[in-house]
């Protein structure tokens, strides 16, 4: 079975509304508590404004804190009550074991990328940690890398743990998702999604990419930074792949996740991850990709804002486009697309966006044969669809616990 995003359905952009000019920035406050969000304004703007005017309310979410007015009123477990549950303790761990099952591939092209991908299935250990506070989650998760780069800091892969949890603050059972971030330092987006989806009942897993956060190592940012070595961005994109279907494996051992429901969540940058995930084999029973889509190269060389910055750092560092085009090859989500479950997989994209192009967001859904159902248009453009935010974690939260999807 399929759904409609229902915050998209009565979009009808014949409406009139006062224009607002191009490149005028605002910040907008759009019923969040807290949350101030500054985005660039056009054409975008204009349909939600209209989406807006035709009385399409959000559910009230904090997003700073993870509070809606359709969960718990507790923002997160009392260290309290952590320190009560001896399965939670600090340094507690579990024995996981990998599930990658690429299956059979006929395609000699998208063989080759899942060979480039892929490991060798093993068991590994999942050890919990403190997390900080200031970030408001409930524990870190950690566990090895499966294709570690030689970098120990690096190489040790970590989940912020945002528990679901009752009226009382005590961590419940609970389907999961991990989230992948996007491409900014401070993984704002990504713990915003993460609280959201706590919010909404879910347990929340923001893994930290190769190079952020608690991950990030002088050998691996230097490395980056340094004429000629642009290009391993692209190992350290490969280990992400890797890392977000581990971190499935990784979280079903966990006390409180339900293991029958596990599902992925990437924005932007952490989209095109999350959509090679999606065409890595069937680990996942939800993939949810946001402001993204394939073609990398389309994004590199002619995306604005964000893109242009990579475009620039590339060539900065002497990267030429022949070399771009052939080091991204191995981590183009198109070339294993067509393996992506359809029915299980929903796809947000901005009609404006100008950073991950349209045309590349379709060359996504075209690929995975997405239903017009599950390939929703969003009115926005890169920045501003987190606007729109509340509603997608609410409509991502619904299809995550409705009984009608099945694996």
């Not at 399929?2 to 979009?11: E, K, N, Q």
């Amino acid at each position: 079975m399929t759904i409609r995003a229902s915050i998209f359905r009565d979009f009808n952009p014949s409406h009139s509304i006062p224009s607002i000019s191009v490149g005028t920035a605002k910040v907008l406050h759009y019923g969040l508590t807290g949350v101030l969000l500054v985005v660039l304004c056009g054409p975008s703007l204009q349909c939600l404004a209209q989406e807006t005017a035709q009385g399409i309310a959000a559910p009230k979410l904090d997003l700073e804190n993870g509070v809606s007015d359709q969960g718990s009123t507790k923002t997160k477990v009392t260290q309290a009550v952590l320190e009560g549950i001896d399965d939670l303790a600090i340094d507690k761990q579990f024995t996981a074991m990998d599930s990658l099952d690429c299956g059979k591939e006929d395609s000699d092209d998208a063989r080759q990328c899942l060979e480039g991908l892929s490991w060798k299935p093993a068991k590994f250990q999942v050890r919990l940690t403190q997390g900080k506070e200031s970030d408001k989650m409930d524990r870190m998760v950690r566990f090895d890398s499966p294709q570690p780069l030689g970098d120990s800091t690096n190489d040790l892969v970590a989940l912020e743990w945002y528990m679901a949890i009752d009226s009382q603050g005590r961590p419940v059972k609970a389907p999961a998702m991990i989230v992948v971030h996007e491409s900014g330092s401070g993984m704002t987006v990504g713990r915003i999604i993460s609280k959201g989806l706590r919010a909404h009942g879910l347990h929340a897993f923001m893994m930290q990419m190769p190079g952020y956060g608690v991950r990030k190592s002088p050998t691996i940012t230097e490395a980056h930074s340094k004429e000629g070595e642009a290009l391993k961005l692209i190992p350290a994109m490969k280990q992400a792949i890797a890392d977000a279907r581990r971190a499935r494996d990784a979280v079903s051992v966990l006390p409180y996740v339900d293991s029958s429901m596990i599902g992925i969540q990437g924005t932007s940058l952490g989209g095109f991850v999350t959509a090679s995930v999606g065409g890595f084999d069937a680990g996942f029973d939800r993939v949810f990709v946001l402001l993204a889509g394939g073609d990398l190269n389309q994004v590199i060389f002619n995306g604005a804002k964000d893109a242009a910055e990579v475009r620039k750092r590339l060539e900065e560092a002497g990267a030429t486009r022949e070399m771009i085009m052939e080091g991204t090859r191995h981590i183009e989500p198109l070339r294993i697309a067509h393996r992506i479950r359809p029915e299980v997989t929903w796809l947000y994209s901005g009609k404006f966006d100008d950073v991950v192009p349209p045309a590349c967001s379709h060359a996504l859904a075209k690929a995975a044969k997405l239903p017009p159902e599950h390939h929703i248009e969003m009115p926005v453009d890169h920045y501003s669809g987190a606007l729109l935010m509340p509603k997608i974690l609410l409509e991502m939260a619904k299809i995550m616990q409705s009984p009608k999807y099945q694996k």
